[in-house]
């Protein structure tokens, strides 16, 4: 089983940046791709970052500019940077695993807990 632990959230003021950190148990199958999703009440689960093992990143269009995932396959650690955040950006983050880079959450096999991040005015 691959666990996944968030940590990084908080508030902070609009135009400000944040660094999330997952932090994975293992090297499996199921870490070969760690992505990053986001969930507002009411509103389904959305990718944001995806990072295949030995490749670059990628991020989805709206936040194209203004985050960046990265891996650090040592310390077993996956990064979501985030700049110029703005209130639209609050959400709960969690990252999850599986092995091979997918959009929909459903097909996600392992997932973290979560962290919040709030952007004020």
């Known amino acids: 089983e691959l666990r996944l632990e968030e940590s990084g959230g908080g508030s902070v003021q609009a135009g400000g940046s944040l660094r999330l950190s997952c932090q994975f148990s293992?090297?499996?199958?199921?870490?070969?791709?760690i992505s990053w999703y986001r969930q507002v009440p009411g509103k389904e689960r959305e990718r944001v970052a995806s990072?295949?093992?030995?490749?670059?990143?990628t991020v989805v269009n709206s936040v194209k500019g203004r985050f960046t995932i990265s891996r650090d396959n040592a310390d077993k650690l996956v990064y979501l940077d985030m700049k110029s955040l703005q209130p639209a950006d609050t959400a709960v983050y969690y990252c999850?695993?599986?092995?091979?880079?997918?959009?929909?959450?459903?097909?996600?096999?392992?997932w973290g807990r979560g962290t919040q991040v709030t952007v004020n005015t």
């Open positions: 990072v295949y093992n030995g490749l670059e990143g």
């Open positions: 293992e090297h499996t199958h199921y870490s070969t791709c």
């Open positions: 999850a695993g599986a092995g091979a880079c997918y959009d929909r959450p459903a097909d996600q096999v392992f």
